[in-house]
């Protein structure tokens, strides 16, 4: 069974520093992973999207990477703004047939100004 | 296109009742997902659609839930004899023909009193 795990679970830093976010998964054998961005009360926003073939892709000041080897990624945030501040998801696609995502807690970023 | 839609945003009800949600998806795509998202957690995933077929249930659909999209359109989730451990945030997704990517709605939060 596919387990997703992202540590901390909290995170809280100085605007303007360049941070990294974890997530690592159980099984390698996935078929992509997503990272979302998760306001207070709101629904999903997707970030990125990395498909097991890639290493990496990058979006403006962020940059996620995939190992899948070692059943990690990391999601990069450059220049941190306190407008970063929400909760960061990352979540797996076991497979190519599979239609559910599996989900990590989260972690919650706090940018102070 | 205004994305994933979602309705009503909130939701009370006293225990016992029956809920519906609806869930608009992007046009045109051709698969929707349902989640649940319990605080401080990861959504878990529910039902998923294509088209008009209901092609994967988790073992979290218990039968007091039940998921319908009539003509491979829009979907609703009515939720019968509602118990306080269903207070959660409902989240639809849906992706396209093209893409594994998932695009999330604003979800609609259950209270149950």
């Known amino acids: 069974k596919q387990e997703v795990t992202q540590i901390p679970a909290a995170l809280s830093v100085p605007e303007g520093e360049n941070l990294v976010l974890n997530c690592s998964f159980t099984?390698?054998?996935?078929?992509?992973l997503q990272w979302f961005r998760q306001d207070p009360g709101k629904g999903l926003t997707s970030l990125l999207l990395?498909?097991?073939?890639?290493r990496e892709q990058t979006s403006g000041r962020l940059n996620a990477s995939l190992d899948k080897s070692s059943g990690r990624s990391t999601l990069y945030i450059a220049a941190s703004q306190p407008g970063d501040s929400a909760t960061y998801l990352c979540a797996v696609r076991p497979d190519q047939g599979a239609q559910k995502l599996v989900f990590g807690q989260g972690t919650r970023l706090t940018i102070n100004p | 296109d205004t994305g994933v839609s979602q309705n009503p945003r909130h939701k009370i009800t006293k225990r016992g009742q029956n809920v519906t949600f609806r869930c608009d998806p992007i046009?045109?795509?051709?698969?929707l997902y349902w989640y649940r998202q319990t605080l401080g957690q990861g959504p878990e995933f529910l039902t998923y659609f294509q088209n008009e077929a209901q092609l994967e249930k988790s073992r979290l659909l218990s039968d007091r839930f039940s998921a319908e999209r009539p003509k491979g359109s829009f979907s609703t989730l009515e939720i019968q004899r509602t118990e306080q451990g269903d207070s959660a945030m409902y989240l639809c997704?849906?992706?396209?023909?093209?893409?594994?990517?998932?695009?999330f709605g604003q979800g609609t939060r259950l209270t149950v009193v």
């Open positions: 099984d390698s054998a996935i078929y992509n």
């Open positions: 990395i498909q097991s073939s890639q």
């Open positions: 046009s045109e795509h051709n698969r």
């Open positions: 997704a849906s992706s396209p023909r093209s893409s594994t990517e998932a695009f």
